[in-house]
T-cell receptor, first 117, second 118 residues
Framework: AQTVTQSQPEMSVQEAETVTLSCTYDTSESNYYLFWYKQPPSRQMILVIR??????QNATENRFSVNFQKAAKSFSLKISDSQLGDTSMYFC??????????????FGQGTILTVHP | DTEVTQTPKHLVMGMTNKKSLKCEQH?????MYWYKQKAKKPPELMFVYSYEKLSINESVPSRFSPECPNSSLLNLHLHALQPEDSALYLC?????????????????FGPGTRLTVT
């Protein structure tokens, strides 16, 4: 069974600064995907960024980037130039791509990020 | 257009009521999901439909009954719920694509229905 751990229940950052959210996972699988989702107070889960385990290059989406360390099973999210709209709960998620059924996402417990003006 | 819609946004129901939640997507996705989420917790998977057939049921009580009438629509029928069933119910969808390719696993979520059972 897979587990995903987000060790920071809450974090805060000043507007325009950079913040890094940590995520570690445990799996014996070799073919998998990792995601970061954000859930603002408005509650809709929004996909922020994705990483294929077979790709060594770290994914980047505008101000969001990841540091994917496969050997260490670490998948941290870096938010640059933080904006007030980044205030959200952030979930790290893992999915095994080797199974025959559609993906069952395993979520971490989440990190509440607050961006202060 | 990556949009999943859910109705209603809010629902209050008594323990003897019967109600339904509705989810709709027009992205051509062939997998659809129901999740239950408690406050400040991650979503918990309830059901997965693949090509309108139930493929995963995570041992959900029978008072929750899913239905997938067509590839765009997913319903969750509720009957005789308990107060502990109060939660945010999220719907999600993903593409039909070859096993191992990311489209199969990348899920897009709707805004959810906030359910309160009194």
């Amino acid at each position: 069974a897979q587990t995903v751990t987000q060790s920071q229940p809450e974090m805060s950052v000043q507007e325009a600064e950079t913040v890094t959210l940590s995520c570690t996972y445990d799996t014996s699988e070799s073919n998998y995907y990792l995601f970061w989702y954000k859930q603002p107070p408005s509650r809709q889960m929004i996909l922020v960024i994705r990483q294929e385990a077979y790709k060594q290059q770290n994914a980047t989406e505008n101000r969001f980037s990841v540091n994917f360390q496969k050997a260490a099973k670490s998948f941290s999210l870096k938010i640059s130039d933080s904006q007030l709209g980044d205030t959200s709960m952030y979930f790290c998620a893992f999915v095994n791509a080797g199974g025959t059924s559609y993906g069952k996402l395993t979520f971490g417990q989440g990190t509440i990020l607050t961006v202060h003006p | 257009d990556t949009e999943v819609t859910q109705t209603p946004k809010h629902l209050v129901m008594g323990m003897t009521n019967k109600k339904s939640l509705k989810c709709e997507q027009h992205m051509g996705h062939r997998a659809m999901y129901w999740y239950k989420q408690k406050a400040k917790k991650p979503p918990e998977l309830m059901f997965v439909y693949s090509y309108e057939k139930l493929s995963i049921n995570e041992s959900v009580p029978s008072r929750f009954s899913p239905e997938c009438p067509n590839s765009s629509l997913l319903n969750l029928h509720l009957h005789a719920l308990q107060p502990e069933d109060s939660a945010l119910y999220l719907c999600a969808s993903s593409q039909e694509s070859a096993q191992g390719t990311i489209g199969r696993y990348e899920q897009y979520f709707g805004p959810g229905t906030r359910l309160t059972v009194t």
